[in-house]
């Protein structure tokens, strides 16, 4: 087994190591029945909802997608294969995972209490029903209901088309609509921390116009959240802590935009803030308690990427674990061979079909195929 030291987080200090700015290459939707489809049908533009919206509203006819099967990383392998079809260039990284994966590994210095990659997945589906089943305080609503907060936020904040193709009978009848979660455009970027180039896929709420039909010009993406309305100190604190989150999550897919709906402890919207994705970690700095460094994420991010490609150099199925509250992140070898089921039949097939003769060609930034997939988080390193 080896081990990477968090602390002492003064060794991360400083500039931030170099960063390529996200760049979508290619992109896939779910739609309302959460089929994949590699297209664009389930994009939707950003329109403000009405204050005071009741966000419990509908919450016994929430479609709520059963994500308690363990998908990996197919469908984005599955859009990578159709770009690389489509250019018959190989896609080339040192990292191919979902934006959710590195959102952890980044906020690692300053989120002490998450464990990832270490229970099994069924362990892991079995805590999360237990936690939101809690009420966040006696006589309070249940984690379920806070959730549908969130996605009701972003069905009152959506549009299928722009603004200007939208009835105005549709915008204020947004209310009424049934909330539903199986719908998603994930956007598949490529991009970089450090020495790392890596492709990240993640879901991406909306835009806040329309795309550019110049795929050189940045996409003016904006990210939807909500969050308490702030009484005191000790909520303010309990913000900044979430700003890390929001800001890492935006960060990797290069969405410039959040907009936060601000609900009161009933569930009722009561304002809306627009954040600029670059400003937040020098708001933090300069305006809240200092508790946490975006360039330190980044370089600690930069400094763990780096390592992880010297660690793993031999083929098998590895495992990243990082315990509650642990200032370490160890990294062990499950299985010699293989790829523990994390990369697809068809995409196995694919990569040693295109170029037959070579193996080690026809790897993902130089790695074969099989080689060095972490479970349960799904990163191909």
């Known amino acids: 087994m080896s ?11 400083g500039s931030s190591a170099a960063i390529r700015r996200p760049k979508e290459i290619a992109y896939f939707s779910y739609d309302d029945d959460h089929q994949y489809h590699l297209d664009e049908r389930s ?33 984005l392998l599955k859009t990578l294969m159709a770009l690389e079809g489509e250019t018959r260039t190989k896609c080339e990284a040192d990292i191919i995972t979902w ?13 002490h209490m998450t464990a990832f990659i270490e229970e099994n997945h069924d362990y892991k589906l079995e805590q999360r029903h237990y936690q939101n089943s809690q009420p966040q305080f006696p006589g309070g609503p249940s984690h379920y209901l806070m959730s549908y907060w969130g996605y009701k936020f972003e069905t009152l904040s959506l549009l299928p088309s722009p603004w200007d193709d939208t009835s105005r009978e549709f915008i204020e009848s947004r209310e009424d609509l049934v909330v539903n979660n199986h719908a998603q455009y994930c956007s ?70 959040i907009v936060v709906g601000f609900r009161d402890r009933h569930g009722f919207l009561q304002r809306l803030e627009e954040l600029q994705t670059q400003d937040i970690p020098s708001l933090v700095k300069r305006n809240g308690r200092g508790t946490w460094d975006g360039n330190l994420c980044i370089n600690f991010a930069a400094s763990f990427l780096d390592w992880l490609k010297r660690t793993i150099t031999t083929d098998g199925v590895y495992r990243i674990r990082r315990k509650r509250a642990a200032y370490t992140i160890d990294v062990f070898k499950l299985e010699e061979t293989g790829s523990g089921d994390i990369l697809s039949q068809d995409f196995l097939a694919w990569r040693n079909n295109r170029n037959p003769s070579s193996a080690a060609s026809s790897a993902l930034g130089g790695i074969e195929p099989h080689q060095r997939a972490t479970p349960d988080g799904d990163t191909i390193a």
């Not at 969050?227 to 890390?244: G, V």
């Open 3 to 13: 081990r990477f030291e968090i602390q002492p987080l003064s060794r991360f200090a």
């Open 43 to 75: 994009l939707r533009y950003y329109y403000p909802p009405r204050i005071d919206a009741d966000l419990s509203r509908g919450f016994d006819t929430f479609k709520q997608l059963d994500d308690s099967a363990d998908d990996h990383i197919d469908s």
């Open 99 to 111: 934006r959710g994966m590195m959102t952890k590994l980044m906020a690692v210095p300053f989120d």
């Open 188 to 257: 598949i970027v490529k991009t970089g921390i450090g020495k790392a180039k890596m492709i990240l896929g993640g879901e991406v709420d909306a835009v806040w116009d329309c795309k550019p039909s110049n795929p050189d010009q940045p996409i003016k993406w904006v990210e939807l959240k909500t969050s308490a309305e702030i009484h005191n100190d000790k909520d303010m604190l309990k913000y900044e802590r979430k700003l890390l989150k929001f800001w890492i999550q935006s960060f990797l897919l290069g969405v410039p935009k």
